[in-house]
């Protein structure tokens, strides 16, 4: 109930705008957000590498209704791309993976536009690819609510013709996403599992967390059974500990681990220590409302949080 609720206030936008203009404590955002401009994520991000993580950096926005937007997102990711290269911080560390890497949103760069929207999204997703290429990083495409499933898988497979290291993103909480493991499992192919984090129906998802976190297991079994490069994005410690046993059971060592940028921190430093790959996915821009509410939904805990820091005055 809790979570409809603040998955629903993360799409209304009179909700936004008394929440964005709150005097929200700096330490709640700062706290998920690596920074309001490009220097100061360069900056998290240097930091990050330095102790032995990777990054991916996400351009936060999404929904994009106007032509003109997105190619604001794309020059943003432009300018971000070559900030991080001055900074020396874009190192390949294999044929497909680099230590800085951006994700992007599809919908930030036009594919809910009315008018060819999916054709823009690709050109601009194409456009970003390019850049990160030059400067030896790599792009993953986040994935959004179940009605952009396909549309983006399309668009991927797209992409893949030029930029075979682009990665993919599934969703555990849909019941296609088994399946989708299967066909995108193939030499070469990156991609990142993540349980889901949009209010979706049961026709499409499961709505028990037992049972999406059965799903995520299965999902597990076949990537790492698979010749692609699995990222595996949780903060679940359980499934942390399944994935390194089968892990290690199956004799795997080329994938990595993915977490949130603020959400257990001194996890993420252990399994680098540990030898793991461990990239931080680090979210970054002015427009923080929608990520933080679904950061917020994820957990009781975090949302205290946010309603102490509403009231607090620093
Ligand atoms: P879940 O939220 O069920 O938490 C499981 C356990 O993790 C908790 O019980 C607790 O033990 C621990 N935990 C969680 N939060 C914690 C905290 N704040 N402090 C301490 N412990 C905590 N989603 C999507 O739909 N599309 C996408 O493209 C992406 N991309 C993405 C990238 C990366 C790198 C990550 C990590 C996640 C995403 N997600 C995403 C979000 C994802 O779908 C999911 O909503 C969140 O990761 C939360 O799911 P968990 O697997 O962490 O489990």
Same mark, same amino acid.
């Given at each position: ?105 599809l919908s930030a760069v036009g594919q809910a536009l009315p008018q060819d929207g999916e054709k823009i999204a690709l050109d601009n997703a194409r456009s970003i690819s390019e850049h990160a290429r030059r400067v030896g990083a790599t792009v993953t495409l986040d994935m959004e609510d179940h009605t952009t499933t396909d549309s983006t898988l399309g668009i991927l497979r797209d992409l893949r013709l030029d930029f075979p290291d682009t990665a993919a993103v599934l969703q555990a909480y849909l019941k296609?996403? =088994? ?5 995108? $499992?193939?030499?070469?192919? #990156? +991609?990142?599992?993540?349980? !889901? %984090? ?68 001194? =996890? ?5 220590? $540990?030898?793991?790959?461990? #990239? +931080?996915?680090?979210?970054? !821009? %002015? ?28």
């Amino acid at each position: 109930m809790l979570r409809t609720a603040i998955l629903a206030a993360a799409r209304n936008q009179t909700i936004e705008r008394v929440v964005t203009k709150a005097p929200v404590s700096r330490s709640v955002v700062r706290r998920f957000v690596g920074g309001s401009g490009h220097e100061a994520v360069v900056e998290a991000s240097r930091d990050l590498i330095g102790r032995g993580l990777t990054v991916t950096l996400d351009h936060l926005g999404e929904d994009t209704t106007e032509r003109a937007q997105a190619d604001t997102v794309v020059t943003a990711y432009r300018t971000l791309l070559d900030a991080l290269n001055d900074a020396g911080l874009t190192e390949r560390l294999g044929p497909l993976t680099a230590r800085a890497e951006v994700s992007v949103k599809l919908s930030a760069v036009g594919q809910a536009l009315p008018q060819d929207g999916e054709k823009i999204a690709l050109d601009n997703a194409r456009s970003i690819s390019e850049h990160a290429r030059r400067v030896g990083a790599t792009v993953t495409l986040d994935m959004e609510d179940h009605t952009t499933t396909d549309s983006t898988l399309g668009i991927l497979r797209d992409l893949r013709l030029d930029f075979p290291d682009t990665a993919a993103v599934l969703q555990a909480y849909l019941k296609r996403t =088994e399946g989708d493991c299967r066909d995108l $499992a193939y030499a070469g192919s #990156r +991609v990142r599992l993540c349980k !889901g %984090a949009y209010d979706e129906p049961s026709t499409v998802a499961f709505d028990k967390r037992i049972d999406v976190d059965r799903s995520y297991v299965r999902c597990v079994n076949v990537l790492l059974a698979g010749d692609g490069y699995p990222m595996f994005a949780t903060h679940d410690p359980r499934l942390v500990d399944i994935i390194a046993d089968r892990a290690r059971t199956e004799g795997v060592t080329d994938f990595e681990y993915q977490m949130l940028y603020g959400i257990r921190p001194d =996890e993420q430093q252990r399994l680098a220590e $540990a030898g793991d790959t461990v #990239r +931080v996915y680090v979210p970054y !821009g %002015a427009q923080w409302y929608g990520y933080l509410m679904r950061r917020l939904a994820e957990r009781p805990a975090n949302m205290a949080f946010f309603a102490r820091a509403l009231v607090s005055k620093s």
